[in-house]
């Protein structure tokens, strides 16, 4: 049973260019959760989606960032217009339908903006 | 505001021995809390947790003590292994209508020493 997968695992943009994330989540699961870690802090929440649904988005930045979970295929965290601050690491988690908390996350993806 | 700290950034144990890791939470509807390992360049990995309901869940060499009177949990690792080696984190989440987000300490980074 595979793990939470996620790609690219590291990304290199320039300031001013998109930058995609993706993230499939375990067999079975159909919670997803972004949490973006900076360097030397904690992770920290950005956003809960559901198929073709986004539950809670109130860690999301209000400008630039966006994430689907659509109802075919993984769970894209798009940023635009990349900033040097958007540099972090980026780590998806998800859950079973069933809500329990426990949420089991991906290797993740490290941004780097030029 | 940081709802949940880890004031200890760094703890050295030596092999053998037992590892305490602390965790304060300010958040009084925080009902489920959870430890996290994270090694470098992985995500982070589910250890234990427990709901609020409990005071001591346990799973072989880790117990999580919880005290909801001074808001704290801790971490008990005993006996400590160099594989413990790694950041452990403390999260919390209101389980109830929360929305399932996790809330993360800023870490501890754990050595154990031979």
């Known amino acids: 049973n595979a793990g939470v997968m996620q790609n690219p695992r590291h990304l290199v943009r320039r300031r001013g260019q998109e930058a995609r994330l993706r993230c499939s989540p375990m067999k079975g699961h159909s919670h997803v959760y972004w949490y973006r870690q900076l360097p030397e802090e904690g992770l920290k929440f950005m956003v809960y989606?559901?198929?073709?649904?986004?539950?809670?988005e109130s860690g999301m930045p209000k400008e630039r960032f966006s994430a689907e979970f659509p109802k075919e295929g993984p769970s894209i965290l798009r940023i635009q217009q990349v900033v040097r601050g958007d540099s972090a690491a980026y780590f998806c988690a998800s859950s079973p339908p069933i809500l329990n908390n426990e949420q089991f996350f991906g290797p993740g993806t490290r941004l780097t903006v030029l | 505001d940081q709802q949940v700290k880890q004031n200890s950034p760094s703890l050295s144990v030596q092999e053998g021995r037992i590892s305490i890791l602390n965790c304060d939470y300010t958040n009084s509807m925080f009902d489920y809390f959870l430890w996290y390992k994270k090694y470098p360049a992985e995500g982070p990995t589910f250890l234990i947790s427990?709901?609020?309901?409990?005071d001591k869940n346990e799973d072989g060499r880790f117990t999580v003590f919880l005290n909801k009177s001074a808001k704290h949990l801790s971490l008990h690792i005993v006996p400590s292994q160099p594989g413990d080696s790694a950041v452990y984190f403390c999260a919390a989440s209101v389980l109830t209508g929360g929305g399932n987000k996790l809330t993360f300490g800023t870490g501890t980074q754990l050595k154990v020493e031979l």
């Open positions: 989606l559901q198929k073709e649904n986004i539950i809670d």
């Open positions: 427990i709901s609020s309901i409990k």
